[in-house]
């Protein structure tokens, strides 16, 4: 069963006119009820955090503009002055002599929730004010330096100006688990920081599915550090259905660690930085390069942030998830006659790599045979139902039985780490093996943009929906109810 047709730009606003793809009734009543919708002339943003990278645009536009990484440089220590860089010139700008003190880290927790709220806001703002709005510019003749001495100088029209989305009202995306306390600090974080004039959340699921023109779909979308299941029915995320599981591409890259690691000879991975010089060799051959020696060797997480960039070339272009007729074994792949991969790492060690690059991804389907991590640690192992065919069973069991053949035929395949070569393949065959009788359809283009970017998608298709002007949670409902003013039950739906 193939995927759905691809197409290079998502469906226009237009399709979503009708009752394709309808806000929910009971929440379009309880908004008009509360609410003055901003205008219809809005140049709104949409935000969509995530683990790996942050995307920001323009709503009504076919992709995110910026797209930067959620991962950011820290210099310096927690009890002197410490700097922060954001985006990749930034993090990459001392990687040819990095610091001793250059740390790596990350603002998000690896469930997608904001664990740092001080460094999450300089990046979100930072990914919007880079590619899109830009600093706002202030107007000199009433920046207080060239007025008249007389009278005292009115500051609070001076930093309306300086807020950053004084103009754009602002749709973010969030996960279905999301707690309440999340959603009232991003509030406030858009209303009186940045100065938006409106502001909504709305699930990654729905948005996801909303990008693939389907108000009901079981949305599995696998990203950098978890793999999500969700049930949408009807434009509302089924919460008891929703699965979700730390195992995703970054496991994948952990795999791939312990297959270099066990490997005979073991398989070298040096990343760009450390390499001075190096000359070609043999295939399986040791590698000939000359390495750079510091006097002060960068930090652990500076190192691992490098090598991860490796292993993401590595899995972009060699690794492969085995199609699913039967449980994968090297007997199989000898047997199959499928050719290997090569491969050449940063100091020019090279290898064909046949059997090893279906190794990674299996533990994903089935856990006993993920790899153990080359300490014996059983934390990076998934337990059986964390595997994605018994998410998707279970995010399944929770959905009404006249309903579940109508979402079988609605499955949107979504996240950077569902790019992998056959992943699309595996997961109709586990879905077959599964659900003999109901047909199963999948959507999953093959454009890049539209998999890696479909929350964000889906959410620039709903903000730029002439019905969901009055969605909007206006500057003015925010100063009557404060950050309470977010409804945290919309776009879900709990389940007795």
């Known amino acids: 069963m193939a995927a759905a047709p691809a197409s290079s730009m998502p469906p226009s606003t237009a399709e979503y006119g009708g009752a394709s793809i309808a806000i929910p009734p009971y929440i379009m009543r309880l908004r008009k009820s509360q609410l003055t919708p901003p205008g219809d002339e809005v140049s709104a943003l949409v935000l969509d955090p995530g683990y790996s990278t942050t995307r920001a645009g323009f709503a009504g536009e076919d992709v995110p503009k910026s797209v930067v990484p959620t991962y950011y440089g820290k210099q310096g220590s927690d009890a002197g002055k410490t700097r922060l860089f954001f985006g990749e010139n930034a993090i990459h700008s001392s990687i040819g002599n990095p610091a001793a003190d250059f740390h790596i880290d990350n603002p998000m927790s690896t469930d997608s929730t904001v664990e740092d709220w001080d460094v999450a806001k300089q990046l979100w703002e930072y990914s919007i004010t880079s590619r899109l709005t830009g600093p706002p510019p202030g107007d000199p003749a009433k920046n207080g330096l060239n007025d008249p001495v007389e009278g005292d100088v009115k500051m609070e029209d001076v930093e309306e100006l300086e807020r950053p989305l004084a103009e754009c009202p602002l749709l973010m995306t969030e996960p279905s688990w999301n707690p309440a306390k999340a959603r009232e600090k991003a509030i406030e974080i858009a209303m009186e920081d940045w100065g938006a004039p409106a502001f909504f959340m709305v699930k990654d699921g729905v948005s996801a599915a909303f990008s693939a023109g389907k108000p009901t779909a079981l949305v599995i979308d696998i990203g950098a550090a978890t793999t999500k299941v969700t049930p949408v029915v009807d434009g509302l995320v089924l919460k008891k259905g929703v699965q979700k599981s730390p195992f995703a591409g970054n496991f994948v890259s952990q795999q791939l660690r312990t297959i270099f690691s066990t490997s005979q ?35 652990d997480s500076f190192r691992k942030f490098q090598e991860e960039r490796v292993l993401l070339e590595f899995k972009e272009t060699v690794v492969q998830v085995w199609p699913g007729n039967g449980r994968f074994n090297e007997d199989q792949v000898r047997q199959s006659g499928l ?104 959507s999953a283009p093959s454009n890049t943009a539209e998999r890696k970017f479909a929350p964000w998608i889906g959410g620039s298709i709903l903000a730029s929906l002439g019905s969901f002007h009055q969605m909007w949670v206006s500057k003015s409902e925010f100063a009557e109810h404060g950050r309470h003013a977010i409804f945290p039950d919309l776009f879900v739906r709990d389940q007795s």
């Open 265 to 299: 000879p073991v398989v070298p991975l040096m990343p760009h930085y450390m390499v001075q010089a190096k000359v070609p060799v043999d295939a399986g051959q040791p590698s000939q390069a000359t390495y750079k020696s510091f006097a002060h060797p960068p930090p």
């Open 339 to 442: 050719s290997g991969r090569p491969f050449e790492m940063p100091d020019g060690y090279n290898q064909v790599f046949g059997a090893e690059r279906f190794k990674a991804t299996e533990g994903l389907f089935d856990a006993k045979q993920a790899l153990p991590s080359p300490d014996g640690s059983s934390d990076h192992r998934p337990k059986p139902e964390q595997t994605i065919s018994a998410m998707i069973q279970n995010a399944l069991a929770a959905v009404d039985v006249d309903s579940k053949p109508h979402m079988l035929n609605n499955v949107v395949v979504t996240g950077s780490s569902s790019l992998l070569y056959g992943f699309t393949d595996r997961i109709n065959a586990e879905l077959q093996a599964l659900f003999p009788s109901p047909r199963v359809r999948l």
